[in-house]
């Protein structure tokens, strides 16, 4: 039953599209570009100017010192004050390489997912288009930022066997409230772009409070238990799991728990979104607790 849902609710929201049209130009900047598709300037900056990651486990990003990150319509070094950086090399400018060690939080309890990759950090324009899709129901920024993630999903998940796209799933409450899986909408893009199986393959049994707020040690307990399988699932298969954002990868960690019990053999997490390490030189997470 609930693979019939994704499909009854794309037909609902390909309606809408043709109701509310989106603008044209870039979905994030406005600029000149085709329908749907990131201008150049938007796609450099997500796709070849990269933050490069701190650990290699969870995929913090780490900011190297002094360096000043530009805006669509901003040369790169200029004064302006923005704050967009993304995704998920393990080198920075002129391919220095950074150091392979995995970040304090992993060193001290590495998560059960083999390795984790964002497109950038919570900041600037990818923070703006996280929340425009999320909370303004733009569903056209789902396209290109499905493609974004398909090209960390790409470097991150080793050659061999196509892996399974898994969506992390809402609970039936906020899915009703909400109207739409915005992680559901990213999956099916992903799995578009890369050919590989979309299979909601989990479903959310308990509803839990906001994690915004709690400590570090409540956000596991609070999510403790609280997905299940939604169907079967190839035993010895490799999953990638899909979100909007991560920062302590609470939910992370619970749906690769299932996934595991069911017989999947590594589960690689990529979404949006992601965390500064501790101790890098700018600012914090700044992000919404999932």
Known sequence: MQRLLIPLRELWTDFLDLLFPPSRGC????????????????????LDNRMPVGCTICGCFQRPSGKRTGTPGE????????????????TGRGGAPFPHLPCPQCGAGCPPFNAARAVGPYEGVLKEAVLRLKFRRERWLARPLGRLLAAVARELVPPGTPPLV?????SRKRLQARGFNQAEWLARE????????????LRKVRETPPQTGLPRSARLSNLSGSFALA??????????????????GSTARECTRTLLAAGVVAVYVVTLAGPLCCGSTEGDTGGPLF
């Open 190 to 201: 992903l799995s578009l772009t890369l050919g590989w199986s979309l299979v909601p393959a």
């Open 75 to 90: 040369e790169p070094g200029g004064s302006g004050g923005g704050a967009l950086v993304t995704t998920s090399r393990s």
């Open 166 to 170: 898994v969506p992390v799933p809402l």
């Open 231 to 248: 169907g079967d699932i190839p035993p010895g298969s490799v999953a990638v799991l899909v979100d909007d954002v991560i920062t302590t």
């Open 27 to 46: 979905p994030l900047c406005g600029a000149a570009a085709e329908d749907g598709e990131l201008c150049s300037r938007c796609r450099e900056m997500f």
